[in-house]
Nanobody, 126 residues
Framework: QVQLVESGGGLVQAGGSLRLSCAAS????????MGWFRQAPGKEREFVAS????????YYKHSVEGRFTISRDNVLNTVHLQMNSLKPEDTAVYYC???????????????????WGQGTQVTVSS
């Protein structure tokens, strides 16, 4: 099991930027693909971005591609989500998630992630 703690959320105006961070501890972090998901009020949790174990392959939800960038540091055991050109529809609780150890490829399916953080609120005002 890996423990995940997100930070960096907050209130920002439309067009602004935020950088989310996820600190991992526990089992070997570098052997797992990582992902970011989000959940808006009254909506189901949805995929945002994922990154493979080495950080050289990524995949994004279509609506955030070109605005968001996922990255990881396997030495510091952190994953980041740089969010630029934010829109009000990006408002949600953002969750960091880890795939099981050895599952090194990215995924957009939430059921393929075993460990989840507590979430961090992102609010984009118009």
């Amino acid at each position: 099991q890996v423990q995940l703690v997100e930070s960096g959320g907050g209130l920002v105006q439309a067009g602004g930027s935020l950088r989310l961070s996820c600190a991992a501890s526990g089992r070997t972090f570098s052997r797992s693909a990582m992902g970011w998901f989000r959940q808006a009020p009254g909506k189901e949790r949805e995929f945002v971005a994922s990154i493979n174990w080495s950080g050289d392959n990524t995949y994004y939800k279509h609506s955030v591609e070109g605005r968001f960038t996922i990255s990881r540091d396997n030495v510091l055991n952190t994953v980041h989500l740089q969010m630029n050109s934010l829109k009000p529809e990006d408002t949600a609780v953002y969750y960091c998630a880890a795939r099981p150890e050895g599952s090194s490829w990215y995924s957009w399916y939430s059921y393929e992630y075993d460990d989840w953080g507590q979430g961090t609120q992102v609010t984009v005002s118009s």
